[in-house]
């Protein structure tokens, strides 16, 4: 038998409960809420979930992915920051949708700050992210929760091109080395700003991840790596010897370090893919005591 749908909310359904909580969307918390179930739709298809998944949603806000998320999968686990709309959250379940109320945990909390998610652990992250935190929420919850094996997210149209772009890409930065450090991510297509409320000054897109394995590189952490990230964008338009040799002591250790890991002092950051950075670390550590 196949499950029965949950009515998904409308925009009218929204404001509906934003007036009866009285409650106006956070800039600060980068509150931009999806208002058309088509674009919820959507994003559960590309997410290309397994009915026996457990799917950890961040910023679940009114409720509108939550309600398209519950039929699809095991579980539910929403992450909310707001503790007012985490409250309301089951009870638009139970409205809408009770047949899977049973499905749905919420967690009321920060997720760039969470240090484990209780319950089953979740194999998938889809989620609408608030574009202020966007990067690092997935970030932190790739690094504090190892289930996951792949995600979908919705994040700000030029946070989706740095996140899934390739070295030698004019927007390849520090998001893409950190999240290839975990993932294999992709653009995954693009929403108008038309289907928020409120509407943002800013489209989104859709960046599809599956998790991999780190570099190859023994004896070197992942913080060691990503200090290297750091320091090699922190002067985009440097040479790796310049912009390095705070990090490594001075130019000529840098440059040293850099030829022992067979890259070139000339070369910049953007020019270098996650395995190289691993490189430069593991070069770092010989000839320490």
């Known amino acids: 038998m196949v499950a029965q749908v949950p009515a998904l909310l409308s925009p009218a359904d929204i404001r509906e409960i934003a007036g009866r909580l009285n409650l106006r969307p956070a800039k600060r918390l980068g509150q931009n809420f999806v208002t058309d179930a088509g674009t919820v739709r959507r994003i559960v298809s590309l997410a290309g979930l397994a009915p026996g ?33 985490a409250a309301e959250l089951p009870v638009t379940v139970a409205s809408r949708a009770a047949q899977f109320a049973e499905r749905l945990r919420v967690v009321t909390a920060d997720a760039a700050r969470i240090s484990a998610v209780p319950g089953d652990p979740p194999t998938a992250l889809v989620a609408n992210l608030p574009y202020n935190v966007a990067v690092p929420v997935v970030l932190h ?34 998001p893409s080395v950190k999240l290839a450090w ?28 599956t998790r991999g394995e780190p570099p190859a590189v023994v004896g070197v952490s992942r913080d060691e790596v990503f200090a290297v990230v750091d320091a090699a964008f922190a002067q985009r338009r440097k040479t790796l010897r310049a912009a390095l040799a705070g990090w490594a002591g001075s130019a000529a250790a840098a440059e040293r370090i850099l030829r022992a890991a067979g ?9 270098l893919g996650v395995g190289a950075f691993a490189r430069i670390a593991a070069a770092a550590t010989i000839g320490e005591p």
């Open 263 to 271: 890259v070139d002092p000339g070369a910049r950051g953007e020019s």
């Open 182 to 209: 975990y993932a294999a991510a992709r653009r995954a297509g693009a929403v108008p700003r038309s289907v928020f409320w409120p509407v943002p000054n800013v489209d989104s897109g859709l960046v599809s991840f």
């Open 141 to 174: 919850v790739l690094a504090t929760v190892p289930s996951l094996r792949h995600g979908l997210v919705m994040v700000q149209a030029e946070v989706a091109d740095r996140m899934t772009a390739a070295p030698g890409s004019r927007v390849y930065g520090v």
């Open 53 to 85: 998944e457990v799917v950890l949603e961040v910023g679940p806000g009114f409720g509108s992915l939550t309600l398209a998320l519950l039929p699809a999968v095991r579980q539910v686990t929403a992450v909310e920051v707001d503790p007012q709309l």
